[in-house]
């Protein structure tokens, strides 16, 4: 079991000074296709012009952009993957090697489902990614176990924009982790991923986004899943670290009889101020999909969840149900949600969101200490049991320990 | 007089019937400071309202129109400001004498059934047409205990110390671009003075009206109702239809005190090219109750988010609402409720109708402010979509600052199911009726809390609606 960290880096000038030459020299120092090279100018430019998007409910005021310099080549690119896997025809590599050894299977896939001109800061990725992930997974292959990508900040450094394409060719299956993960820092850090996941018909993905960034990194990025006819994905995101997080996340069901099951835990305490975007977009007809958020905040925290179901014109007999419940375990901590639906076609199965806000009901708590626990126990074990179905979609043991024991240091 | 069956057997082309022209006085079309003073200068006003006036312009001048953004709507970009008259007086002096009012405006309201519904149950009637009211009356008994209904310019003239102690505290002008506008420009609408324990059981009504080409209205409603006081006011519109837009854009402001009750019961049905763009906003203090009851039929496009700001201890704020969107309409409607006091409790219910390519959209906002423990929200917004053609979204926004809190929010959209209509078709209705028994019965929850003649008003409406356009 090969567990590869990729590293080598050189410094680019800050985000204040980076110039168009400087991308084209760096494309085209590290040997890049021309297509690319275009690729990441046209996103410079896009990025240098724009205005920032109209975040209401995302505070950046503390990143300083100009002092933040990124770098070149790979800084925390960690991939684990299985010999026997790749005996099957899995590919699993650095997604800059992946532009020279699988081309034409990068240029087919790369920024297909994100459009790198979303916004200023899905441009500023494209723009400058450089660790990043190829996985590949051909026809009818189906990998069991999972594999994991763990993205990491190198020591000093400021900035990070990871990329990870994903590629199920048609009736395989895959188990993916995904992670990000730092020490805390004690000045404001950019981390900028983009995931971009295509489901060929019929194939099936596990997929597990966990974001256990330490102080200071402010989270700005961007995931989505595309799936063909009758694909199927089982999404559970965790949100833990960070100081500011801004998620836009999607699954987009593109074809007739594709199915999303997705589940979600937030926890913000301290001064984290974290915020989800999940999108649930059917198009294709006959298309299922399941939501299922929880968030918990205290301290200081504040939460954001800005869900929506969007069902296209064109889709026919959706089924589909969103539910978002927040904790407050401190009277400071803050939360919003806007769960929200548009609906553009009559040809509906079912369609319909609930949310709810509160604290710990006494009642709870009074039962649990009547059976002899401490008023901290019963919080706990609470709150472990809020976040259980999101633990339990895990697809690794170590994992859900470690999530599990820094989801009860956060209580 | 109309005949005694006209209110359950009117056809719906006498909302489309326009009078002729006529008028004393009407300001040039677009919006300056000369257009500001020549209203202010014509009502007579104190010297401190035309200032608030100009101040105002000043503001929706430097407010963008709200095209992008939380409470916005790209639609809002096809509003000409320069073509709108923002001044219009028929007649002189508001009457009380029903037989001074002028026969044209008397054919108007008798076909919209005023009379009639006045000498069912009604006690007061102020009916709006045009910028001004032109027709007045309260029964004495309430004169005497003190209550005041009068048309908002006669407010401000007999009673100028309520007046300003009120006016612009719930909605200032810089609240939204059109609440500025409405300040700028505001003439007629409804001020309601509730005295101290006075509990006034029959509906203060109102009727609206506009009725001149590219004529915007912008009627100010201010009530206030002192510590145990009760009401409640209904306001129904209706207007004819012309080829170009017109703009509706009304500010209500009420203040409910301590221990009081009110209701606000609203039919919206403008004619389908007016924009409709109001602010409701109620203050409710300790153990008031507060209830919107509005639906909205009519309109190009509406944006009404009716408030309540929860601010005694105890004090309740409920939103009770319906749309209906036909071909070419956007009924953008929703509530916010807005808890600032502990022990404060609010209910918002939405049914939004969509059909022929209409669109609903319900916006609202649930919202706890830090100190409000032990609030109670609850929110349920169902949609219904008749066919392919039409869409709705829902919207809503909840933050929660406080621990103390129980809130719930549940939404559904759908279509009418197959079985419902096969079983309705079965017993020998015809499709459409089906639709039509369906719709009525989604809508229940709100026409039961009518009046029962708005109630049959609203069910025919709805059915007229319907008819003719299933397949």
Redesign the interface.
């Known amino acids: 079991m090969p567990d590869t960290l990729f590293r080598s880096t050189n410094g680019l000038p800050g985000l204040g000074a980076l110039g168009a030459d400087d991308i084209s020299a760096m494309s085209q120092s590290a040997g890049e296709p021309g297509w690319l090279t275009e690729q990441r100018l046209a996103a410079w430019t896009f990025f240098a012009q724009a205005l920032p998007p109209?975040w209401?409910r995302t505070d950046l005021t503390q990143l300083q952009p100009e002092t933040i310099a990124p770098l070149s080549g790979i800084q925390g690119t960690s991939i684990l993957a299985d010999d026997a896997v790749t005996r099957q025809g899995v590919v699993m590599m650095p997604l800059l090697a992946a532009t020279k050894s699988h081309e034409a299977l990068v240029r087919q896939y790369l920024g297909k489902a994100i459009d790198p001109m979303s916004h200023k800061f899905s441009a500023l990725r494209a723009a400058l990614w450089q660790d990043g992930m190829l996985l590949y997974v051909p026809r009818g292959v189906e990998v069991a176990a999972p594999l994991r990508v763990t993205y990491q900040l190198a020591d000093g450094s400021r900035a990070i924009f990871p990329y990870s394409l994903v590629i199920l060719e048609a009736h395989a299956q895959l188990n993916l982790i995904e992670e990000y993960t730092s020490p805390d820092l004690d000045q404001p850090a950019l981390a900028g991923p983009t995931t971009e996941i295509f489901v060929g018909p019929g194939s099936h993905i596990r997929y597990a986004s966990v974001q256990t960034w330490g102080q200071g990194i402010h989270h700005l990025g961007s995931q989505m899943i595309v799936l063909d006819r009758d694909a199927a994905g089982e999404w559970v995101s965790l949100s833990l670290g960070g100081k500011v997080q801004h998620i836009e996340a999607e699954s987009r069901m593109q074809g007739d009889g594709s199915a999303i099951n997705w589940l979600g835990a937030t926890f913000a305490n301290q001064q984290q101020h974290l915020l989800t975007a999940p999108w649930l977009r059917h198009i294709g007809s006959n298309t299922n999909s399941l939501m299922d958020f929880k968030t918990v905040v205290s301290g200081e925290g504040y939460s954001v969840f800005d869900g929506m179901i969007k069902i296209e014109?064109e889709s026919r007999a959706t089924s589909t149900r969103l539910e978002e419940h927040?904790i407050?375990?401190?009277?400071?901590?803050?939360?919003?949600?806007?769960?929200?639906?548009?609906?553009?076609?009559?040809?509906?199965a079912?369609?319909?969101?609930?949310?709810?806000?509160?604290?710990i009901e006494d009642e709870h708590l009074f039962y649990m200490q009547s059976r002899g626990m401490s008023q901290e126990e019963a919080r706990r074990l609470i709150v472990m049991g809020f976040f259980d179905p999101a633990l339990q979609a895990l697809p690794a043991d170590d994992l859900r320990e470690r999530l599990t024991a820094l989801i009860e240091a956060k209580i | 007089m109309v005949a005694e069956t006209t209110n359950l057997d009117f056809d719906y082309t006498k909302y489309g019937f326009r009078n002729e022209e006529r008028y004393i006085f009407k300001a040039a079309p677009g919006l300056n400071e000369q257009v500001v003073r020549e209203i202010s200068g014509m009502k007579g006003e104190p010297e401190w309202m035309l200032k608030r006036r100009l101040k105002a312009l000043d503001i929706f001048n430097k407010k963008p129109v709200p095209i992008t953004g939380t409470w916005a709507n790209a639609e809002l970009a096809e509003l000409d400001y320069d073509k709108i008259h923002y001044f219009v007086r028929a007649g002189e002096r508001p009457q009380n004498d029903w037989d001074a009012v002028p026969q044209e405006i008397k054919d108007t309201f008798e076909r919209l059934g005023i009379p009639e519904a006045e000498r069912k149950f009604l006690a007061g009637v102020g009916a709006q047409y045009e910028s001004e009211v032109v027709y007045h009356s309260l029964r004495e008994e309430w004169t005497s205990r003190g209550v005041i209904f009068l048309d908002t310019d006669s407010g401000l003239r007999e009673y100028p110390e309520i007046f300003k102690e009120y006016f612009g505290t719930v909605v200032p002008s810089a609240d939204n671009k059109y609440a500025a506008l409405n300040t700028a420009v505001w003439s007629g609408g409804s001020f309601v003075y509730v005295p101290a324990g006075v509990k006034v059981d029959i509906p203060l009504q109102a009727y609206f009206r506009i009725n001149a080409e590219n004529m915007g209205q912008f009627e100010r409603t201010l009530i206030i109702l002192e510590e145990g006081a009760e009401a409640h006011y209904i306001e129904g519109c209706t207007a004819p239809i012309y080829s170009t837009n017109s703009l509706h854009s009304a500010v209500v402001e009420i203040i409910v005190k301590k221990g009081a009750k009110f209701r606000y019961t609203t039919i919206q049905n403008w004619a389908n090219n007016i924009y409709n763009l109001v602010t409701k906003r109620a203050v409710a203090y300790e153990d008031a109750s507060m209830e919107w009851v509005d639906g909205n039929i009519g309109s190009r496009l509406t944006m009404k988010y009716p408030s309540v700001y929860l601010m005694g201890r105890g004090a309740r704020g409920e939103v009770l609402s319906v749309a209906y969107a036909g071909r070419g309409q956007h009924q953008d409607a929703g509530a916010k409720m807005v808890h600032i006091a502990p022990d404060t409790t609010s209910r918002i219910t939405n049914k939004s109708v969509s059909k022929n390519g209409g669109k609903t959209t319900y916006r609202g906002l649930a919202k706890v402010a830090p100190g409000a423990t032990n609030s109670k929200i609850n929110v349920n917004c169902d949609a219904l979509i008749l066919d392919e053609h039409s869409a709705s979204d829902t919207i809503p926004y909840i933050e929660i600052e406080e621990d103390r809190t129980i809130l719930a929010h549940e939404a559904t959209v759908g279509r009418i199911g197959e079985e419902q209509l096969f079983y309705l078709m079965s017993r020998g209705l015809a499709e459409s009726d089906a639709m039509s028994m369906i719709v009525l019965g989604f809508m229940e929850p709100f026409t039961r809390e009518l009046p029962m003649e708005y109630a049959i008003e609203l069910n025919r409406l709805i059915q007229m609606e319907m008819e003719g356009s299933v397949g």
């Open positions: 109209v209401r014109h927040a407050h375990l401190t009277p400071k901590a803050r939360s919003d949600s806007i769960p929200g639906l548009k609906i553009d076609t009559n040809d509906v079912k369609a319909g969101h609930a949310s709810t806000s509160g604290q």
